[in-house]
């Protein structure tokens, strides 16, 4: 039993040599120092082994927070940006509404110009509708019978006539351009007085292009002379501007020369018209009966 004993204390015995040796060499590393800065060996081998793990820890910490930073700067600026757009939509909204507003006001100027020139009240209006149809040429103002609109009365702009009011509502009514197909009116090529250029014009059915007719073969008529209404047709009163000649395809002495006239209105633009509160004078009544039947009438009684 004792010898069992003593060989495994032999077999324990170089075990306990390299522990007591390991112990030893733990002790003097932890004890030693370095010459240069006194730093104990243990502590510098420590921090060396920390900074080979937390270097790349660090950096991929560093990558992620960078990538995150980026991401919401990405999304910061693309939130700017939509500010920006955002604004930039406003400013130009407002400068069209601004631009909008002063047309809108200059033309709201000519009307009072022309008001203020006209010798015949002049209702302001606005177009609120225009016939869809190509057959028809008629647009829907905001002025109607409660306001003093009735039927024929004349419609212009500042450039010149625009139509006649063919139906009427309380609240709105129809004016017929003067382009419509079915139109007519009085005119005279030049000013009224000086000329003897009579005849009549009618729409073609053709944006702002009017034909006039039974103006004399023999009467010499230019391009580029104003038209105007003569007042001769019961409907318009005299001297209002119709447009200007175009084109002439010249007649004779026998054939009257066919001319084509541009409207002085824009009327394909025009947002706000003038209807002019006017009523032709009434046309004097003529006895409809013959001389010569009164006579015999009285001599079989």
């Known amino acids: 039993m004792a010898e069992r004993s003593q060989k495994e204390v ?47 820890v660090t950096t991929v910490s560093s990558v992620v927070s ?33 631009e909008e507003l002063t047309a809108e006001n200059q033309r709201l100027k000519s009307l ?12 302001p209006a606005k177009i609120i509708g225009r016939d869809p149809s190509i057959w028809f040429d008629s647009s ?39 382009t419509r197909d079915k139109s007519g009116l009085g005119a005279v090529i ?16 053709t944006k ?12 010499e008529v230019q391009s580029g002379t104003p ?14 501007k119709v447009g200007e000649i175009v084109e002439v395809r010249s007649g004779s002495a026998t054939v009257t020369h066919q001319i084509f006239i541009r409207a002085s209105a824009q009327l394909n633009s025009m947002q706000e018209v003038g209807v002019l509160i006017y009523e032709p004078p009434p046309r004097p009544e003529f006895d409809q009966k013959l001389p010569n039947a009164v006579k015999d009438e009285k001599k079989k009684q």
């Open 112 to 123: 009072l110009n022309l008001k203020e020139q006209s010798q015949f009240k002049v209702l």
């Open 190 to 205: 030049g000013e009224i007085g000086t000329s003897n250029a009579l005849g009549v014009v009618t729409g073609t059915g």
């Open 208 to 219: 702002e292009l009017l034909e006039m007719r039974y103006v004399p073969g023999s009467i």
């Open 227 to 240: 038209v105007y209404t003569t007042g001769q047709d019961g409907i318009y009163p005299k001297g209002l």
């Open 140 to 178: 829907i103002i905001n002025r109607g019978s409660l306001d003093g609109i009735k039927l024929n009365m004349p419609v212009v702009t500042d450039g010149g006539l625009v139509g006649r009011v063919t139906a009427v509502s309380p609240l709105t009514a129809q004016v017929d351009l003067i």
């Open 66 to 98: 960078n990538y995150f930073r980026s991401i919401a700067s990405l999304r910061s600026a693309q939130t700017e940006n939509d500010l920006l757009k955002q604004r930039v939509q406003e400013l130009e909204l407002e400068i069209k509404q601004t």
């Open 10 to 56: 032999w077999q324990l015995t170089p075990w306990l040599m390299i522990a007591l040796l390991l112990g030893n060499f733990i002790l003097m590393a932890f004890d030693a120092k370095e010459i240069n800065s006194g730093q104990r060996i243990i502590r510098v081998w420590t921090q060396v082994a920390a900074d080979f793990v937390q270097s790349p």
